[in-house]
């Protein structure tokens, strides 16, 4: 069992920088390849970024790529997202998400293969 906890949301304008944080508890937060997906109102939840195990490999939606950027700290069971050049567009609730994986280097953009995800963060990104 894994808990996740983000935080980091809030107001930003257009154009600025915004870092989440989501810390989970329990021993085996290596085991687990993670994931940032994010809700805006009135759409479904989408896959915005993922990293392995190890943090070798990462993945990004076409619509954040070279402005966000996912790393982690197996030591402080922390994931982060960095976001850069923030966009109104951006504006959801961001959630992150943990999938257990065998493989180091492995990880998972489909949401249905997650197994445990947090309560979500708000970012608003006004117009």
């Known amino acids: 069992q894994v808990q996740l906890v983000e935080s980091g949301g809030g107001l930003v304008q257009a154009g600025g920088s915004l870092r989440l944080s989501c810390t989970g508890s329990?021993?085996?937060?290596?085991?687990?390849?993670m994931g940032w997906f994010r809700q805006a109102p009135g759409k479904e939840r989408e896959f915005v970024a993922t990293?392995?195990?190890?943090?070798?490999?990462?993945y990004y939606a076409d619509s954040v790529k070279g402005r966000f950027t996912i790393s982690r700290d197996n030591a402080k069971n922390t994931v982060y997202l960095q976001m850069n050049s923030l966009k109104p567009e951006d504006t959801a609730v961001y959630y992150c998400a943990a999938d257990y994986e065998y493989s180091g280097t492995s990880y998972e953009w489909r949401e249905r293969e997650y197994d445990y995800w947090g309560q979500g963060t708000q970012v608003t990104v006004p117009s």
């Open positions: 329990g021993r085996t937060f290596s085991s687990y390849a």
């Open positions: 990293i392995s195990r190890t943090g070798g490999n990462t």
